[in-house]
C-alpha cells in the first residue's frame, strides 16, 4: 500500500477544498516552525544578554 498523497486517499479524488486546506495547514507548520526558531535564535540570546 502506497502513502496517501494530496490527490487520492484510498483511490478516492480529494476534494480540491479539502486540499486547499491541507496545503494551508502545512505551510502554517512550516511558517510557525521557521518563526520560532527565529525567535530561539534572536529574542532569546538578547534578552539572556540584559
Known amino acids: 500500500?502506497?502513502?496517501p498523497t494530496l490527490e487520492?486517499?484510498?483511490g478516492?479524488?480529494?476534494n480540491s477544498a479539502l486540499r486547499?486546506?491541507?496545503l494551508g495547514a502545512v505551510s502554517l507548520?512550516?511558517?510557525a516552525?521557521?518563526?520560532n526558531q527565529?525567535?530561539?535564535n534572536v529574542?532569546?540570546?538578547?534578552?539572556s544578554k540584559e
Open 38 to 40: 527565529t525567535i530561539s
Open 1 to 3: 500500500m502506497t502513502a
Open 20 to 22: 486547499w486546506i491541507a
Open 33 to 35: 516552525t521557521i518563526l
Open 43 to 47: 529574542a532569546i540570546p538578547a534578552i
Open 8 to 10: 487520492s486517499i484510498d
Open 29 to 31: 507548520g512550516v511558517a
Open 12 to 14: 478516492k479524488p480529494v
